[in-house]
């Protein structure tokens, strides 16, 4: 546990089992007395790419609201702090629950489950998606930030600007080497990123038909890469969906975080009639002194 004077993080990561692998999220299960400025100081003390605040319990157990923020700034929805909040609490109650957190993007239910071993697993439900065209100039430049030449994306599957709780850019790499050579230009990719309101870009690769390898940048949350995206995650499976990629009931494999040396794999459920995404995998308690 990491004490901020007036709050105390935990630190958990999500989308592994294992606390060196995934993506690392602060945890401040009491925010009740944290003002937007303090919010943001802890978590750029922490320094991961996110930290959830519980700002309000709305039913004793089992509803709260929450606040994400990123070391530079606020966002409204993050999946790995989400999903490392539902595993907190689970811990904490020493039990599966099923929870419902009231994000500034709209209501996401998640459930914990416990397996035999111990591994606690958590599938949160998005809001609504959406998926939209981006404008050839606006695609121009996030390949010329990235350093990507238009050839190297593949035809099947067209950019699009999708959303699950977060705008991410979806492109996809026509081969994995394009997908590991990831060395972008941090303020360009920014400046287009400010301006579209996007949270990531969610750079993808199929492996088969439903494994795809991703990759998300993150620069407008201070740091250059995302370890492991739920919001992309989930905004993804919207997007297969829209342009016909995958079937209308189909469970997806992402893998995300090799080329970061951290890495974690991302459950992500598409069900016939029902147009929100879940998104699941397992989290840890990262041990105090550990990174």
Do not use: K
């Amino acid at each position: 546990m990491t004490s901020f004077t007036d709050a105390e993080v935990l630190r958990y990561t999500a989308f592994s089992s294992d606390p060196a692998g995934g993506n690392p999220a602060g945890v401040v299960l009491d925010a009740s007395g944290l003002d937007a400025a303090r919010m943001l100081a802890v978590a750029a003390g922490l320094g991961y790419s996110e930290t959830a605040f519980l700002t309000e319990e709305l039913e004793p157990g089992r509803a709260y609201a929450v606040r994400y923020f990123s070391p530079v700034a606020e966002v409204p929805f993050c999946g790995h702090a989400t999903v490392a909040t539902a595993i907190a609490l689970a811990e904490r109650n020493g039990r599966p629950v099923d929870l419902v957190f009231e994000t500034p993007a709209g209501t996401v239910p998640a459930t914990v489950t416990v397996a035999e071993d111990g591994t606690y697993r958590a599938t949160l439900t998005s809001v609504e998606p959406r998926v939209e065209e981006i404008s050839a100039d606006d695609l121009a430049e996030a390949l010329a930030a990235l350093d990507w030449p238009a050839g190297d994306l593949d035809p099947a599957f067209p950019p699009r600007i999708a959303f699950a709780g977060a705008r991410h850019l979806v492109l996809a790499a026509g081969t994995r080497e394009r997908l590991a050579d990831l060395s972008y230009d941090f303020e360009r990719l920014t400046a287009l990123m400010h301006r579209l309101d996007l949270t990531t870009l969610q750079l993808a690769w199929r492996a088969d038909a439903t494994t795809f390898h991703v990759r998300d940048p993150f620069p407008v949350g201070g740091v250059v890469e995302d370890p492991a995206t739920g919001a992309a995650g989930a905004a993804f499976g919207a997007y297969l969906r829209e342009v016909g990629s995958v079937p209308d009931d189909v469970v997806l494999t992402l893998h995300q975080g090799e080329d970061m040396g951290r890495p974690g794999v991302l459950t992500v459920e598409i069900r016939a009639g029902d147009r929100r995404i879940r998104v699941g995998g397992p989290g840890a308690r990262i041990p105090d002194g550990s990174a």
